[in-house]
Nanobody, 126 residues
Framework: QVTLVESGGGLVQAGDSLRLSCTVSGRSASNYVMGWFRQAPGKEREFVAEISRMGGSKAYENSEKGRIAISRDNTKNTLYLQIVSLKPEDTGVYYC???????????????????WGQGTQVTVSS
């Protein structure tokens, strides 16, 4: 059984940058395609970015391209999400997710993932 634990959230100012981390335990992170999702208050959980098992392929939600970067370090069993120029609309709970069935990116829905972390809250004040 794999466990995902997010960290790095908090209260930040608009325009700041933030790096979220997700630590994988139980199995090697290299066994999973991994992704980040965000759930804003009162809204559905939505796709942000995903990365293939070895990190060679990445996919982003279209509107986030340029401000967000997903990366991974399988030697540290850790997934990252870097966000720059934060906006109040980036506020929400950010979830790390892992999928054991795929090797490549391309399924950008919650159904494409079989393991989830508990989430880390990011609040961006204007």
């Amino acid at each position: 059984q794999v466990t995902l634990v997010e960290s790095g959230g908090g209260l930040v100012q608009a325009g700041d940058s933030l790096r979220l981390s997700c630590t994988v335990s139980g199995r090697s992170a290299s066994n999973y395609v991994m992704g980040w999702f965000r759930q804003a208050p009162g809204k559905e959980r939505e796709f942000v970015a995903e990365i293939s098992r070895m990190g060679g392929s990445k996919a982003y939600e279209n509107s986030e391209k340029g401000r967000i970067a997903i990366s991974r370090d399988n030697t540290k069993n850790t997934l990252y999400l870097q966000i720059v120029s934060l906006k109040p609309e980036d506020t929400g709970v950010y979830y790390c997710a892992a999928d054991s069935r795929r090797k490549m990116v391309g399924v950008q829905t919650t159904e494409g993932y079989d393991y989830w972390g508990q989430g880390t809250q990011v609040t961006v004040s204007s």
